[in-house]
Structures are given as C-alpha cells and as structure tokens.
C-alpha cells in the first residue's frame, strides 16, 4: 500500500520561507520521479516541481527561482524549499509521482501566505 505523508506547511507572512516534506513508503521510491504538485481554493491542481530518479530538477515557471525540489532516497523522501513566498503560491501542497497516480493522492498540507 503506497502512502505519501507530506508536512511543513503553515502560514508565513509574504517574502518568507517554508520547507516541505513527503515521505513515501510502499513504492520503490529511488526508481521514481518524484513532484510536488498545488491546489488553490477554486482552481485546479496543478505540477509545482519535479524531481527525476537521477536528480534533474524542473520548474513551473511561476516558482522558477523561488522553489529547490530535493530529495533523499535513503529516507524515502521528497523535500520543497520555498524562498520568497507570495499570496498566489497559498494552496493545499501534495506530493505524488511523476507522472501523477491518483490512488496514491494524500491529504496534502495547506500553505497559507498572507500578512
């Protein structure tokens, strides 16, 4: 049974700085594409960042330079470092694989951006 915990989320004041975390079991994680994926109260979810097997990284361009995907495959984890935060990036953040499997969705953990 495949689950993905993510954590990290809280409410910061625009301009500041968060760090997410995904850790994975019931999957062979170290062979999978790893993302981090967002969803805005009345919008759709949508692709945030993805992380390869080997490592290569890419970047919606709304979070280009802002956001650093990582991860440990030692720990079975995905991380997201958020720097300069805006109200628009406020969302309900999940991870999943890329690309996305929809029975492996988890209750996500809420970002709220906002003075």
């Known amino acids: 049974q495949v689950q993905l915990v993510e954590s990290g989320g809280g409410l910061v004041q625009p301009g500041g700085s968060l760090g997410l975390s995904c850790a994975a079991s019931g999957i062979i994680f170290r062979f999978n594409a790893m993302a981090w994926y967002r969803q805005a109260p009345g919008k759709q979810r949508e692709l945030v960042a993805v992380?390869?097997?080997?490592?290569?990284?890419n970047y919606a361009d709304s979070v280009k330079g802002r956001f650093t995907i990582s991860r440990d495959n030692a720990e079975n984890t995905v991380y997201l470092q958020m720097n300069g935060l805006k109200p628009e990036d406020t969302a309900v953040y999940y991870c999943?694989?890329?690309?996305?499997?929809?029975?492996?969705w988890g209750q996500g953990t809420q970002v709220t951006v906002s003075s």
């Open positions: 999943n694989t890329f690309p996305a499997v929809a029975r492996y």
């Open positions: 992380i390869m097997s080997g490592g290569n990284t």
